[in-house]
């Protein structure tokens, strides 16, 4: 499981110990005064240190450097991604569009998970992953394995406008022996704050028996080249918000959006409700009322089973208070735009998808801080 003119230049290295080719785009553009100079081509220089690149990664004395025939694509000369110069992350840049803010004249949560979802596949594919599972390797794709979200926080501190342009950074790690995990870090491209972060979590399902498998030592050898060697987090700090457990949400509920159904446009590639649909789901049983004066600052949300076209989905919601000051106090080691001063200013819901036969699909919890005045006066 987050995003959304210049040329790019393309190279292939072949590995001589699994005899894989991979590609890498890479964006050849710098920055000049208020624009943009583009180039045609890094040249061989660029294309000798992305080789380098691997031969760190990968621990390898040798790579032999192999001339592909592969041209790059329209997407690949346009999108403005490219990996970091150690090739272990992936930085792009996207510009908000009309269509993807809300009522608050900003962009929506769905927007922020739709481009952490985005930039998470482009890094796939700069990498030489398959774009036709999100991100499945080529072993995965012999043995039919897909990656399905199994958790996902995000945090936004500083919802980007109309026209902003956004800049998010992300990586992958090894989650123990079940899954992966994959981060990112969310910037206002103009000042370089950061103004957003998540994480997620990421369990291997066969795609045909739809159950989950541990992730084999092949799988993690194809893509741990990519990795950071050393743990990165997005939410390095002890006991932050990423790690709390979410309470399974116990009737009666006070608010409730019952008979919810999935469009044929919800569905992904993996032929199943994809994640961030459930994000839209949860927030339909807010109340208008909360809406209206408070915007979302954090959502959690466990995934538990997945969703098929034919299902009934019921959204449940209710308070979670506050038992003490700990989660107000990360606010302040997150680094949030804004401050919560009490705790009138943070509210917090604890959430519930669930089959019209009582199946569990979700559980969620948000976070919500008022929105400044001049919001709240359009």
Request: net charge positive; hydrophobic share 35%; proline share 2%.
């Amino acid at each position: 499981m987050l995003l959304r003119g210049g040329a790019f230049s393309a190279c292939n290295a072949t590995i001589n110990e699994n005899r894989s080719t991979f590609g890498f785009s890479n964006s050849i553009r710098r920055k000049k005064g208020n624009g943009f100079v583009s180039y045609s081509s890094y040249g061989r220089a660029r294309k000798a240190q992305l080789l380098r690149v691997l031969a760190v990664a990968t621990g390898e004395a040798k790579i032999k450097q192999q001339e592909s025939s592969h041209e790059p694509t329209l997407a690949d000369r346009l999108r403005l991604g490219s990996l970091a110069e150690d090739g272990l992350s992936y930085k792009e840049r996207f510009i908000v569009r009309c269509y993807e803010v809300g009522i608050n004249k900003t962009a929506t949560v769905e927007t922020i998970a739709n481009l952490l979802q985005e930039v998470g596949c482009n890094h796939a594919q700069s990498v030489g992953f398959s774009t036709d599972g999100f991100a499945t390797t080529l072993t995965m794709r012999k043995l039919h394995l897909i990656w399905v979200t199994a958790r996902m926080h995000v945090e936004i501190y500083k919802y980007p406008a109309w026209s902003d342009v956004l800049e998010i950074e992300t990586w992958c790690q090894s989650e123990g022996r079940i899954g992966t995990r994959r981060d990112w870090i969310l910037k206002d491209y103009a000042t370089g704050e950061v103004i957003g972060r998540a994480t997620s979590k990421w369990v291997m399902m066969n795609q045909d028996t739809r159950r989950l498998q541990k992730v084999t030592d092949d799988v993690r050898d194809e893509y741990l080249i990519y990795c950071p060697k050393t743990l990165r987090l997005a939410f390095p700090e002890k006991n932050n918000a990423s790690l709390k457990k979410i309470a399974k949400l116990e009737d009666p509920v006070q608010y409730s959006k019952i008979g919810l159904v999935p469009r044929r446009a919800d569905l992904d590639m993996n032929q199943h409700v994809n994640n961030v649909t459930y994000i839209g789901w949860v927030l339909e049983s807010m109340p208008q009322e909360i809406i209206d004066t408070h915007e979302l600052q954090t959502i959690t949300l466990d995934y538990r089973r997945e969703c098929q076209q034919d299902d009934v989905v019921d959204s449940l919601t209710s308070p979670e208070s506050i038992v003490d000051n700990a989660i107000l106090e990360l606010k302040g080691i997150n680094g949030s735009a804004t401050g919560m001063k009490d705790e009138k200013d943070c509210l917090q819901f604890l959430h519930l998808l669930r089959l019209s036969d009582g199946s569990e699909i979700n559980r969620g919890r948000t976070e919500w801080r008022k929105k400044p005045a001049k919001r709240r006066a359009l």
